[in-house]
């Protein structure tokens, strides 16, 4: 009754009164609205991993699922996921409550206090994910990375790590300034202007046929793969687990309203897809928010709008091959010997050389051998198992996981009979330490300057400028949402399979790219990864033009096994900047010092094309609605890049932060002995491929696309050499 009294009377004194019987009638309702969010996020992510699961099992899955079980949280990243669902869920039900009984709209973290807040965070679990661990007790800290990279900055341990929010370079923009993504509500105007569609945004200017795609004079189709394979060293936003809403229950996959997790990608009426499924909509589920932001952030110092969590570490340390928590960089190591050895395939090789090890997954995403070969004969194979989640969706990406799992082996196998004193935990860590050095040289000597070319690397990315403690290398929202999905646009339409003579292999022919996604089988049953590596070195990338921007494998057919509809890779990016609030186009170039065009003279100049800029006006209405990755694919190349001005700002900013935030890069003083380092600079993703396959003859530039009589023998290509790591014993 007191309780009932005191919301009718002084809701807001009550609720912040120090009298202890007022505190611990307080401490009872949050305890029954904690439970109460318990109980419905437990019951929705237990509905939706019974519904993909099924659906995966009998061969059902439909491209949404796909992406879903792709982009699902695991292990510790899906424990913090749920605490966030539980704090967010809890504050939401208090709300609802008191907005009941007081009969008008109410903000509840105006009406809890930062006590009642803290209580919330620390029975959902969020608490746990806020406080600084300490790195006293942590073993060689100057000598090896920690799989979550915790306390590679000793003063902030969390910066870098796994499982943080991404950095905001400008202050998000939601539709209700906390948490809701602009166009949430279609008929709220933006900068006085309604959002376009993103399919339609789509439709219009990025369409492509796979006929009509260009190809790239001077690049091979490696710098395409290998910009997904630093990606997924970098960045992974976990989805929602759920794929129903936590308010009212519906279904994602089957309906076009706006509720939490669910913000659907609407199909436009003039679209050929809607006369097929007038009634559906892309389904599209919204990243998972980062435990205590938006509304409860700062009970933690942080943000008090929505933000989202990067499961992956911010430093180029191989984690897709290692693992970003202790737990899976365990699980991928074979411990059944003291060889420091990664596991591998215990069924199959690949003509004697090793393959990465099956997952043990209830859901078999990579069961697509009988669907695409139409074959019901044909043996099902599980999905291979890396250090990322997303290896198998290719069988490019795929060949590099496998090809570096090797590497691993190799130079453990090497540093072992160096030094037969070395224990297997030895010999693991400092073959780790290696690989990452190995791509952080790769990274900076031989790919980036093909990307945002010679004048951004002379500006920000040429001499190392040595380790600052105060420098955030945390991956920003921007760059893993927008800047670095450049290389979308430099996807093949095929996956090019090559014989010894680097021409169309006739037994295993070039799959279309929609029948490369999650098909390990092709690597077991169709000759292996040589013929794959082949097809990345000896073929060229496609080439981003304002005419030919993204082809129908991607915009109309990914993760296409059945009749359901198909995804849009272009939308996707859309709309997934859309949910992070990514502010606009004219926002980023501002941050880059570059000019904001106000209209359709403007923007043709800074485009250098009257007939894009009219027609992004024709559908932005303004060029500061201009979604940002929309803005910088469309715009024209730097000199010797592969991106315009907006995205070499962006992506040379993000690399810069993360060489000069990392206290054991390879560089720094004291990582490496001198004599390593001089080895090291002479490392070669050539000579990596030498090693670890048949492959006799390759580009000694192998980002660079030449003619095949230009290959080099890999007994002409120097060793890597590994005598600076022998270790005197006296």
Not at 544 to 558: F, G, K, S, V, Y
Not at 673 to 701: F, M, Y
């Amino acid at each position: 009754m007191r309780w009932l009294l005191c919301l009718t009377a002084s809701l807001y004194l009550c609720l912040h009164s120090h009298v202890d019987a007022e505190s611990h009638l307080s401490r009872s309702v949050i305890e029954k609205a904690v439970n109460e969010a318990k109980a419905t996020v437990d019951s929705a992510y237990e509905y939706s991993r019974r519904q993909s699961i099924e659906r995966v099992r009998r061969n059902a899955a439909n491209p949404s699922d796909v992406l879903r079980l792709l982009k699902q949280p695991v292990g510790l990243t899906r424990l913090a996921v749920r605490a966030a669902d539980y704090m967010d869920n809890a504050v939401k039900l208090i709300k609802s409550s008191l907005e009941k009984r007081q009969k008008r709209s109410i903000n509840a973290t105006d009406l809890l206090s930062e006590e009642d807040l803290q209580l919330i965070a620390d029975l959902t679990g969020c608490s746990a994910r806020s406080r600084p661990p300490s790195c006293k007790t942590i073993q060689n800290l100057d000598t090896f990375r920690t799989a979550n990279s915790i306390c590679n900055n000793r003063k902030n341990s969390r910066r870098g790590s796994s499982n943080t929010p991404f950095t905001r370079w400008l202050p998000a923009e939601y539709q209700d300034e906390i948490s809701l993504p602009k166009g949430w509500d279609p008929e709220l105007k933006i900068n006085k202007k309604i959002l376009p569609l993103v399919r339609e945004v789509s439709n219009r200017i990025l369409s492509t046929k796979n006929s009509d795609v260009e190809s790239d004079p001077l690049y091979t189709h490696l710098v395409t793969i290998f910009g997904q394979w630093t990606d997924h060293d970098l960045t992974f936003t976990p989805h929602s687990p759920v794929i129903r809403s936590f308010s009212n229950g519906i279904d994602c996959d089957k309906s076009c309203e706006r509720t939490e997790p669910c913000f659907p990608i609407e199909i436009p009426k003039e679209d050929p897809r809607f006369s097929k499924h007038p009634e559906e909509c892309i389904p599209f589920f919204r990243s998972t928010a980062a435990c205590g932001s938006g509304n409860t952030g700062h009970i933690f110092g942080a943000s008090t709008v929505r933000q989202q969590m990067n499961t992956l570490t911010a430093f180029i340390d191989v984690g897709q091959v290692y693992g970003s928590d202790h737990a899976k960089a365990r699980s991928l190591r074979n411990l059944t010997t003291d060889e420091g050895l990664l596991r591998v395939n215990t069924e199959f090789r690949d003509d004697g050389r090793e393959l990465l090890p099956f997952t043990n997954m209830g859901a078999n995403m990579c069961a697509t051998r009988t669907r695409i070969t139409n074959d019901v004969s044909v043996q099902e194979v599980p999905c291979f198992l890396a250090g990322d989640e997303r290896s198998n969706e290719n069988i490019g990406l795929t060949s590099l996981h496998t090809l570096l799992m090797r590497e691993h082996n190799r130079l453990a196998r090497a540093l072992a009979k160096l030094n037969p004193h070395w224990d297997g935990e030895r010999i693991y860590q400092e073959a780790r330490k290696i690989m990452g050095a190995y791509f952080q040289v790769i990274t900076f000597r031989d790919y980036l300057l093909h990307i945002v070319g010679p004048d951004f690397i002379a500006k920000q990315l040429s001499t190392y400028p040595g380790y600052d403690e105060d420098v955030d290398p945390s991956i920003s929202n921007v760059f893993a949402t927008a800047a670095y999905r450049f290389a979308h646009l430099m996807v093949q339409p095929f996956m090019f399979r090559l014989n010894e003579t680097y021409e169309e292999h006739s037994e295993f022919p070039s799959p279309l790219l929609h029948k490369a996604f999650f098909t390990p089988w092709r690597i077991l049953f169709e000759g292996g990864l040589d013929p794959i590596l082949r097809g990345l070195v000896g073929r060229k990338a496609k080439l981003n033009t304002q005419d030919h921007m993204m082809h129908d494998e991607l915009r109309e057919r990914l993760f296409e096994f059945s009749k359901e509809l198909a995804l849009d890779l272009a939308s996707l990016n859309m709309q997934r900047g859309r949910d992070h609030g990514l502010p606009g186009y004219n926002q980023w170039r501002k941050f880059c010092g570059l000019s904001q065009p106000q209209n359709h003279k403007q923007l043709r100049k800074v485009l250098k094309n009257r007939k894009l800029a009219r027609s992004m006006l024709d559908l932005y209405r303004t060029p500061k609605n201009i979604d940002v990755w929309m803005g910088g694919v469309a715009e024209p190349f730097v000199p010797g890049g592969r991106v315009g001005p907006l995205f070499a700002c962006l992506i040379a900013t993000q690399f810069q932060r993360i060489r000069q935030g990392d206290r054991l890069w390879w560089e720094n003083e004291g990582v490496f002995t001198e004599a390593q380092r001089e080895s090291l600079k002479q490392t070669s993703l050539s000579r990596i491929i030498c090693d670890n396959t048949g492959i006799t003859k390759v580009p000694d530039k192998p980002f660079q696309y030449m003619s095949v009589k230009s290959f080099t023998e890999c007994k002409n290509i120097p060793a890597f050499d590994l005598s600076p790591w022998q270790e005197d014993i006296e």
